[in-house]
């Protein structure tokens, strides 16, 4: 059992970087693999980045490889997302997602996750 809660998200120019956070409460984070989806205006929800449970392997949605990159702390029990290069298409309820796991595998499809964070927002302007 895990309790997820996203953090950081605000308003930032095109162009600007920003980074959320999703603190995690309960069993440690280090048993999960994590990712970060968002849900743009009007869209479904779609995938971002995964990490696996050491942090050692990472995967990325090609709208934000290069520019966003996914990192864990498992000794602070947080998720990090560093976003690059920001531009409005990037504007969303990012939601951070974690399943328990025994393997050292990425997920990237919603179905593979089974606990959600509440999102935070990030809105780029032009």
């Known amino acids: 059992q895990v309790q997820l809660v996203e953090s950081g998200g605000g308003l930032v120019q095109a162009g600007g970087s920003l980074r959320v956070s999703c603190e995690a409460s309960?069993?440690?984070?280090?048993?999960?693999?994590m990712g970060w989806f968002r849900q743009p205006p009007g869209k479904e929800r779609e995938f971002v980045a995964a990490?696996?449970?050491?942090?050692?392997?990472?995967s990325y949605a090609d709208s934000v490889k290069g520019r966003f990159t996914i990192s864990r702390d498992n000794a602070k029990n947080t998720v990090y997302l560093q976003m690059n290069s920001l531009s409005t298409e990037d504007t969303a309820v990012y939601y951070c997602?974690?399943?328990?796991?025994?393997?050292?595998?990425?997920?990237?499809?919603?179905?593979?996750?089974?606990?959600w964070g509440r999102g935070t927002q990030v809105t780029v302007s032009s």
């Open positions: 990490i696996s449970r050491s942090g050692g392997s990472t």
């Open positions: 309960g069993r440690a984070l280090s048993m999960y693999a």
């Open positions: 997602a974690a399943d328990f796991t025994l393997l050292g595998a990425v997920k990237i499809s919603r179905d593979e996750y089974n606990y």
